[in-house]
């Protein structure tokens, strides 16, 4: 509290100052109380920056004004003070010694802001995971291989990892950093001493293997850059920072499931597994899918309960068709709102989607996004439901799984309480759905009987009898295109039917992998199962006329 009251004071004092004439000397010791602060009352960093950032703005005003080079040089000394602990501050101080025209985060530190406070969280320990999603070439490997060094910098017996979709990409990683503190009286170094070696090399490296490594030799690195198809378990760990960049190497990838769902266990498995724990982790790169390494993070976020955030930043705003990141670099404006709008007008618009406005191509097209879907976290109480259904959608091939959603029918509402979910062999799933069937006592069950589905039908119903239960179980043959019947049916599962909380089920779980199949059902049916939708559609054709909104009214006859 008392330094609250100083910091008034002092601000009232300043305010005075400036009103009656600047003198150095008084703005001076101004950033000397800066210091003192950070000394003494290093909790209340946020009075020390704001004392700190007082000076900057009049040191900056004053060598404008003036041209005096002891504010140019005051305006600079606040940067240092400011940049082993501000990430906006770190990235000036270091390109101190670029000209104007060449230098990387200036003429950008307007556009990067949503970025740059995303990575001071991490660099305070408030995320554990960050996605960043913006169109190429607008700087977002630049800034976090900036960003990278400054948290390797600050612990340099610590240890990062920083990993891309190729070798090349990984290799540019490593020389990236290099161009940053590879240069007589680095300013990296000014800024964080103590990742400085003894001798006469500031730093150790190994090209071959893009390593850099500060202080003294230890078990790994402080810095290795990895190819993700490339060997990682073994060379090294992540207790600094995990930084994954371009996982997904271009959109003809990001079209092939198969390697995007390798590419997510290359994730959770070989790189999250070089993770210490309390390590954060940052993902950037084009949003191309949502199944991508990036969407899966993020549903890892929620499920473990991590402290995340997502940046997206589109090239044209949705709203005002505006570009978000026109610069001035080289004396010319780059990244206009004429130059996207002429790049919109070039490509199809899954790439314009994906790569520039940061939307997943087949975002648009997912039948039951969750938004739409309706939730409960308990049934109707004091009531018990009108029916209890069943459907059951068998599998046709080894990779299709067993599908039988369990209904509790209030009225025109439908609660799915249970589900099996399997795609183990019919040894296996038969008895679980006979269980299930008498575990929730249903009056009816419906089984496809394409293929092997009237046997399946018989042996369940055989089941059910040995278990004590009684349920009727009758078969239906369909012959509709499966895409066209989800389709007509979705309207109705949207607007009546109702899924458990997601607080109420594991991820893994039976459950949850039927939600996961469902939300992530497609109109263009590029996904590579939908045995959960399908069953619903099938349950929602056996309970259409109790969910038909249609009244039927009486109107004067014309004649």
Known sequence: MQLLEEYKSDMKKLKTLLERGVDYRTVAAILAQSQYILKDYSDERKYCFAYSK???DIALKMYATKQDDKWNELYW????????YLVDSFMRYIERDDLPDKRFYQPRAEKMKPIIQAYQEVY?????????????????????????LMISGRRPDRATLAVGSGTSLAGSFYGGMLTVIDRPNSRFFEVFPQAKMEG????????????????????????????????IVGCTEATNLLYLDDTVANHEEAMNRARLEFLCEKVSGDVLGRRIEGTPIIIQGTKYSLYD?????????????????????????????????TVFIDGRWRFTTDFYRNERKLVTEEVWAAEFQQEPFEAKGRMFPEKDLQRYMELPVDIDPDAIVAVCDTAESGSDSTSMPVAYVYGADVFIVDVVFDNSPSDVTKPQCAKMLVNHKVQTAVF????????????????????????????????????TR?????????????FKDKGLYERNSQYGKFMKEVVEMTRSGKVPHDDAPDSLSLLENELRNILSVNKTQVINSPF
């Not at 320990?125 to 990278?148: H, M, N, Y």
């Not at 006469?200 to 290795?224: L, V």
């Not at 009727?472 to 369909?478: G, L, M, P, Q």
Request: glycine share 6%; net charge positive; aromatic share 10%.
């Open 77 to 84: 000394s606040t940067l240092l003070f400011e940049a082993p």
């Open 486 to 498: 989800i389709e007509y049916a979705s309207d109705n599962i949207k607007k009546h039917f109702y």
């Open 124 to 148: 305070d320990g408030q995320l554990d995971f960050l996605s960043v999603s913006q169109p190429k070439r607008t700087g977002k490997t630049q800034g976090a291989l900036r960003f990278d």
């Open 293 to 325: 390494p990036i969407t899966f993070l993020q549903s890892k976020a929620v499920e473990m309960g991590w402290r995340w955030k997502e940046v997206a930043i589109p090239a044209l705003d949705p709203v005002t068709d505006e570009s978000n990141f």
């Open 54 to 56: 007082a000076v900057k």
């Open 200 to 231: 006469n090399s500031p730093f150790r490296t190994k090209a071959d293997e893009m390593i850099i490594d500060f202080q003294k030799k230890k078990t790994f690195a402080t810095i290795t850059c990895r190819s993700i198809d490339g060997k």
């Open 448 to 483: 496809e009987s394409n293929n092997a589905g009237t046997y399946f039908a018989r042996d369940v119903g055989e089941e059910v009898k040995k278990l004590g239960g009684k349920c009727s179980i009758r078969t239906k043959r369909t012959i509709s295109n499966k895409l």
